[in-house]
């Protein structure tokens, strides 16, 4: 099965842009493997932020964006704030299972 | 709609366990429910999940034969469960329902259960 990759850490400045990617040890990701986003704080329950590639869910606000970058899905936060610092893990579905990415530590500093 | 997951456990290894996950607010018997596990600052693994419907169920590769996941659509209730647990069981895990139709967003999640396991 093949691994779902992410960065395991990025850094923005406040008012900056950031893009977060989501590969495939094997193959590339494309739009029938419905990509999903997720924001996590420490202690908390994970908070849906996109779902199918690039469909926003209820509440994320227009700054952040989905997406398919070449061979990867990608989720690029513009105009980072503070409260923007947090885990975010994608998730990819294939053949009736999903599979997590290892999650990136995002730092706005 | 909620959905309410049962309180921490702490176990010994070998011991068995069973946690819930209730539904509200929503048509439980139709919708996917999956569960996440989280091992203590690690990050998010699928677990497996059920249509409480049929009893349809799908494991991640990794738990397979580790855990068993079911479901009673009576209670709008779905249920994780070990008969033998191990240290490296240790986490908090979630349980998620998965949109309904053409969707593959777990859109909805409980607040966790963690399940510590330590002699």
């Known amino acids: 099965q093949a691994v779902v990759t992410q960065e395991p850490s990025f850094s923005v400045s406040p008012g900056g842009t950031v893009t977060l990617t989501c590969g495939l040890t094997?193959?590339?990701?494309?739009?029938?493997?419905?990509a999903a986003w997720y924001q996590q704080t420490p202690g908390q329950t994970p908070r849906p932020l996109f779902h199918?590639?690039?469909t926003r869910s209820s509440g994320v606000p227009a700054r952040f964006s989905g997406s398919i970058l070449g061979d990867k899905a990608a989720l690029t936060i513009a105009g980072a704030q503070a409260d923007d610092e947090s885990d975010y893990y994608c998730?990819?579905?294939?053949?009736?299972?999903?599979?997590f990415g290892g999650g990136t530590r995002l730092t706005v500093l | 709609v909620e959905l309410v997951q049962s309180g921490a456990e702490v176990k010994k290894p070998g011991d068995s366990l069973k946690i819930s996950c209730k539904g509200s607010?929503?048509?439980?018997?139709?919708?996917?429910i999956g569960w996440v596990r989280q091992m203590p600052g690690q990050g998010l693994e699928w677990m497996g999940i059920?249509?409480?419907?049929?009893?349809?169920?799908r494991y991640g590769p990794s738990f397979q034969g580790q855990v068993t996941i079911s479901a009673d659509t009576s209670m709008s209730a779905a249920y994780l469960q070990w008969t033998s647990l191990r240290a490296s069981d240790t986490g908090t895990y979630f349980c998620?329902?998965?949109?309904?139709?053409?969707?593959?967003?777990?859109?909805?999640w409980g607040q966790g259960t963690l399940v510590t396991v330590s002699s």
């Open positions: 998620v329902r998965r949109c309904g139709g053409d969707c593959y967003e777990f859109d909805y």
């Open positions: 607010g929503y048509n439980f018997a139709t919708y996917w």
């Open positions: 059920i249509y409480p419907g049929d009893s349809d169920t």
């Open positions: 094997s193959g590339s990701v494309s739009t029938s493997h419905y």
């Open positions: 199918n590639t690039d």
């Open positions: 998730v990819l579905y294939r053949n009736g299972a999903w599979v």
